[in-house]
């Protein structure tokens, strides 16, 4: 896929005020300091297009981005940032909730791992959660520029093995590397192939 554009839309709390043109969504959501903002610059070829921060937990709406006109990449808040107050974690955690769950132009949630980490019982606990409510995601590991090639295949098998104690299927899973552009292409196409099967 050849990204011609991609435009920052609209910010919301509330998934249905989210715009209402029908066009499939791609939503992007992670731990705290994952690589998302660098990742979705990286995607779309804009180097501010999402806003990165060396401040973890720096998105708390949901911000929209239209690609190519055709399709939009969903920026979601990060979950589990230690620092927010009890209040402002339940109530990220509602939006995210309520957007993933209701938001019927969802087509697809790319989970962030850190690839540098073992398995995080906060992501093994999303993970469950998508399953438990039938959500179509796949997984993107990050910063694989961060390790060798042969200790970023171990670090993702590990989490792979942890996965399949609860999971009879895989999910799809991609890694990635924002500095390198690794994965964007096979990022992008699994896009555009989902893109043509709801046409």
């Known amino acids: 896929m050849e990204i011609r554009s991609a435009e920052f ?5 509330d998934y249905t005020r989210c715009p209402q043109n029908g066009l499939p969504e791609y939503a992007f959501i992670g731990r705290s300091n994952v690589g998302k903002s660098s990742l979705i610059n990286m995607l779309t070829n804009h180097a501010k297009l999402a806003l990165t921060s060396s401040t973890p937990g720096k998105t708390l709406l949901i911000n929209h981005f239209l690609v ?4 939009y990449l969903v920026d979601l808040p990060g979950y ?3 620092k927010r107050s009890k209040e402002a974690t339940a109530k990220i955690q ?11 132009q969802m087509t697809n ?5 850190d690839i540098r980490h073992d398995p995080q019982q906060i992501d093994m606990e999303f993970i469950e959660w998508l399953g438990e409510n039938s959500i179509p995601f796949a997984i993107i590991f990050t910063k694989a520029d961060k390790l060798s090639v042969n200790r970023g295949k171990e670090r993702v098998k590990a989490y792979l093995n942890r ?4 999971w009879e299927e895989l999910p799809p899973y991609f890694i990635s590397s924002a500095e390198k ?3 964007r292409d096979e990022i992008l196409h699994y896009i555009e192939q989902i893109n043509r099967s709801i046409r």
């Open 68 to 71: 190519n006109k055709e399709w």
């Open 94 to 104: 509602e939006i995210i909730e309520k957007y993933i769950i209701y938001r019927k």
């Open 109 to 113: 949630l790319f989970v962030l791992i």
């Open 80 to 82: 589990g940032y230690a």
């Open 163 to 166: 996965l399949q104690e609860q």
């Open 9 to 13: 839309v609209i910010s919301n709390t």
């Open 181 to 183: 552009k690794t994965g």
